[in-house]
């Protein structure tokens, strides 16, 4: 694995590669040494890393000193993830919170797969986290690269109980096709698969 990862793999708070490659495959060596060292202290002063490891007490000391953090990748700028990305990929809450009363995007999306705060957190299955991005206003129809909605992360995962309320939330999103041209239901494993699903007929695939 690239040394440029080890401590945001250590940390839990992995990132997207500079070369665009999948992080915990790619063996491509990022610039020197200390460059690679200056870009981690970098990540560890942010708010992405403060958000990735659920230090709300530090996340609020970084966004009062430097409000324009909530939007912040913690590194370059050009990855598109957000200090939201990494809370809600954690299933921080209160960091979510915290950062969404700072005026976080919560459609904000990635370079790479086009996802959003609310596809990490249906994802992982943290249903607190998935009402509050709901509740805050967050398009459950959204469609990644890959042309998934938040739906079809929770469904493949067995999430049950964030399927039932993306379900119930985003009934839509019921009868969008990934690029593979499958619905969520389609991809339903686990629990999720004993769901009730509503009859779809599936609208068109798409990537945002």
């Known amino acids: 694995m690239a040394s440029s990862f080890g401590w945001a793999l250590r940390g839990g708070a992995l990132r997207d590669a500079d070369c665009g490659h999948d992080p915990l495959l790619c063996n491509?060596?990022?610039?020197?040494?200390?460059t690679q060292t200056l870009d981690e202290l970098e990540f560890a002063r942010s708010a992405c890393q403060a958000a990735a490891?659920?230090?709300?007490?530090?996340?609020?000391?970084?966004?009062?000193?430097?409000?324009?953090?909530?939007?912040?990748?913690?590194?370059?700028g050009t990855s598109g993830y957000t200090p939201l990305h990494y809370a809600a990929r954690a299933g921080h809450l209160e960091c979510a919170a915290l950062l969404l009363r700072a005026g976080a995007c919560v459609d904000a999306?990635?370079?790479?797969?086009?996802?959003?705060?609310?596809?990490?957190?249906?994802?992982?299955?943290?249903?607190?986290?998935v009402k509050l991005l709901v509740a805050a206003g967050a398009d459950g129809l959204t469609q990644d690269a890959d042309g998934e909605t938040a739906l079809h992360k929770a469904a493949a995962e067995g999430h049950a109980a964030v399927a039932a309320f993306l379900i119930a939330a985003f009934t839509g999103a019921c009868g969008l096709r990934d690029r593979r041209g499958r619905v969520p239901?389609?991809?339903a494993a686990g629990a999720a698969a004993a769901l009730e699903w509503p009859e779809q007929e599936g609208g068109a695939g798409g990537g945002g």
């Open 28 to 34: 491509c060596s990022a610039a020197s040494t200390a």
């Open 53 to 76: 490891a659920g230090r709300a007490d530090k996340l609020a000391g970084i966004l009062q000193r430097a409000p324009d953090a909530v939007h912040s990748d913690g590194g370059k």
């Open 109 to 129: 999306r990635t370079v790479q797969g086009r996802a959003t705060p609310l596809h990490r957190a249906a994802h992982v299955g943290s249903l607190d986290v």
């Open 185 to 187: 239901r389609d991809r």
